[in-house]
Structure formats: structure tokens, C-alpha cells
């Protein structure tokens, strides 16, 4: 390992009662986290009560502007809810998904599906789009349970979001090639990884239990360990004697220059500016339907 770091407690929102764990770029800088760019884990908190697709009430982050990245709306517990401007509106069973090629821009809202008294608990993963694809049209999937590919261990399981492992391939659908698992081990358990030969850099992030890393490095829940992939390519996990879950984020780096602002990831200062200019006149996002998304009464 190069290093195990915490992840900090931060208020992406603005609002200082929506606190979520931020271990990249908290914990691991975004130089050092290419081709991921922000991973913030929200919950479990207890939901106050749903709202449906025939709904505008109950967004808990309302509706803001995205550009130049993909993104992973990853529900362990709850229900995930969205809306956005390509018209789409939509819930999803946990562990289940949102997908998101954002390219030339979305605006978007999420949040409020998960019934009162039940428990939400997910991540929000934000990664880079190669520059050249930055201008894309959006795109966009959900996946729900028994939608996502699983590969059996002896006494756990992973989850294949994206990127393969094991002849398995996950259905997350960025313009960035990376390996998203979600891994669950029963304690005293132990599961071999081994970074794909096409990446170079891999974290490990604890959200439940613990594990040791090749018999050596302690790893705790809320914890990210950015793995040393310039030797042996593969980690040993080891759960503790509570079990472990987590995450693996894989991929190789990019490298490109980027400028990011927000939820704005652009090639140049000048796009940047582009974007907010859009966004001032009403021209953002270019991409969408005809109708007022953000009213859904308004829905054909």
C-alpha cells in the first residue's frame, strides 16, 4: 500500500445538516485519484418519507448543473430517485444504480425515494470523461438488483458495477474505462484481487467492517488505501473479525490537464467560462428535451 488515509467529513451541498464521508479528493487528491474525481459516501441516515416519479417535492439535493464527467449514484440501502433534463425520471431498488455520461451537460435532482423509517445509505462517485469527450450528448442508465452481475466467493460476494472481473462485466456505461466492485466478505474470509494489466491505479475504501491488506495494512471502515500497483499486482483482503464491505475503484490514469470548478469539469479556463455563461442565459444545457423538466406536470 502507499498510504491509508480517513475520509473527511464535508458539506458538498452547502448545507451544513447534508454531511457525507469524502475520501477522494478529501483523502486522496485528484492528481492521485485519476480517472476518479470525487467519492462521497451519504448515510445511513433514517428517510422522513418518499416521493414518487409524479413528484417535484423531495429532492434532498435539488436540481444543479453537471459538465465534462461521469457519475455513479451507487444505493447500498434505500431507494434511489432521479430526475433530469433528458426527461427522465425514475426509481431504483438498492443495491442498485444511476449511471451517468454526462458529456455537454445535464442538469439534474436527486433524492426523496426511500420510504419513511427505512434507511438510506450510498455513494456518489464523480469521474473523469477524457477531454475529447467532453462535448458528448448525455447518457444515462439504471440497474437495479437483480441486474447487476455478482461473482460468488467461498463465503462472500462482489458486485460488478463496471469493468469485468472474474469473465463478468458490469453495466455502468462511462466513456471512461474503469472497475467499480462492491465487496462483501464474511469474517475471517479472505479474497484475492488483481488490478486488471490495462490500470494503474487502484483504491480500496472501507464502509463496513475492517480488513488487513496482504496480512499488513490495517484497513477500517471509512478508510480509503490507495494501492501500490508498481509491483505485485495483486492484495490479499482479509475481513476482520466483523466482516468487511467496500468498494474498489480501478482504472488507469489519464493524466490530462482538466479544469474543474464545482460540478463544472472542463478542458480549458475558456469552456469553463462557456459553461457558466450558458447557464446564465438559460442555454444550459444545450442537449434537452422541449418541454420544462423541472415540472413534471409539464411530461408528455
Not at 433534463?85 to 458529456?103: A, H, I, K, Y
Not at 488490478?195 to 477500517?220: E, Q, W
Not at 499486482?233 to 482504472?251: E, H, I, N, P
Not at 442565459?281 to 413534471?296: I, L, N
Request: negative net charge; charged residues 20%; glycine residues 12%.
Amino acid at each position: 500500500a502507499l498510504y491509508v488515509r480517513k475520509a473527511r467529513i464535508v458539506h458538498p451541498t452547502g448545507d451544513p445538516s447534508f454531511a457525507v464521508n469524502q475520501c477522494m479528493p478529501a483523502g486522496v487528491p485528484e492528481e492521485e485519484s485519476d480517472p476518479f474525481l470525487m467519492c462521497d459516501e451519504f448515510g445511513p441516515t433514517v428517510s422522513e418519507g418518499a416521493h414518487g416519479n409524479d413528484s417535484d417535492e423531495g429532492f434532498d439535493v435539488p436540481w444543479h448543473p453537471h459538465h465534462g464527467m461521469d457519475i455513479l449514484s451507487y444505493m447500498v440501502e434505500g431507494k434511489g430517485r432521479h430526475a433530469d433534463s433528458m426527461g427522465n425520471r425514475e426509481t431504483f431498488d438498492s443495491p442498485g444504480f444511476q449511471w451517468l455520461s454526462v458529456g455537454s451537460g445535464i442538469e439534474h435532482a436527486e433524492g426523496g425515494g426511500t420510504p419513511a423509517g427505512e434507511r438510506t445509505h450510498g455513494f456518489q462517485i464523480w469521474l473523469r470523461m477524457p477531454t475529447a469527450r467532453m462535448e458528448d450528448d448525455p447518457r444515462y442508465g439504471t440497474v437495479n438488483p437483480a441486474d447487476i452481475p455478482v461473482v460468488k466467493l467461498d463465503s462472500g460476494l462482489v458486485r460488478v458495477i463496471a469493468g469485468e472481473l472474474s469473465g463478468v462485466v458490469g453495466p455502468a456505461n462511462f466513456a471512461v474505462t474503469v472497475q467499480i466492485l462492491d465487496v462483501e466478505l464474511a469474517p475471517g474470509e479472505e479474497w484475492t484481487y488483481t488490478c486488471p494489466r490495462h490500470m494503474d491505479n487502484v483504491m480500496f475504501y472501507a464502509f463496513k467492517g475492517s480488513a488487513k491488506i496482504n496480512m499488513a495494512t490495517p484497513l477500517s471502515a471509512q478508510q480509503i488505501c490507495r494501492f501500490d500497483t508498481s509491483g505485485p499486482q495483486t492484495a490479499v483482503l482479509s475481513a476482520g473479525s466483523d466482516g468487511y464491505r467496500g468498494m474498489v475503484f480501478a482504472g488507469k490514469m489519464t493524466k490530462e490537464n482538466i479544469v474543474w470548478h464545482g460540478p463544472f469539469v472542463c478542458s480549458s479556463k475558456a469552456s469553463l467560462r462557456g459553461c457558466f455563461a450558458k447557464l446564465q442565459t438559460g442555454e444550459f444545457p444545450p442537449r434537452r428535451v422541449p418541454w420544462d423538466y423541472k415540472d413534471v406536470r409539464q411530461r408528455p
